[in-house]
């Protein structure tokens, strides 16, 4: 059975980091894109980044997060991690984790397969 467990998440202040993590039991979690999302209250889930398994660990980000956010993974702990800079009041939201066996990586929530409960993240102006 696949699990996904964030961690991390919490009351930040304007301009401060957070850092979320993500623990999967997956066989093979090497061989799965891992991606972040989020989802603000009345909104949409939204794509916020991903990472793929091959070799370069090819990332994508969101517009609306680039450089500020870094996505890595330490395929040795299962573990997928995301480093928020800079947060801003427009970063709160309920981030959640998810795994896509797929080969090609992609903003589209439809295409991933295992999906965590999700962290909360509140950034305070």
């Known amino acids: 059975q696949v699990r996904l467990m964030e961690s991390g998440g919490g009351l930040v202040q304007a301009g401060g980091s957070l850092r979320l993590s993500c623990a999967a039991s997956i066989r093979t979690f090497s061989r799965y894109i891992m991606g972040w999302f989020r989802q603000a209250p009345g909104k949409e889930r939204e794509f916020v980044a991903a990472i793929s398994w091959w070799s370069d660990s090819t990332t994508r980000y969101a517009d609306t997060v680039k450089g500020r956010f870094t996505i890595s993974r330490d395929n040795a702990k299962n573990t997928v991690y995301l480093q928020m800079n800079s947060l801003n009041s427009e970063d709160t939201a309920v981030y959640y984790c998810?795994?896509?066996?797929?080969?090609?990586?992609?903003?589209?929530?439809?295409?991933?397969?295992?999906w965590g409960q999700g962290t909360q993240v509140t950034v305070s102006s």
């Open positions: 998810a795994a896509d066996r797929g080969t090609a990586i992609t903003s589209n929530p439809d295409t991933y397969d295992y």
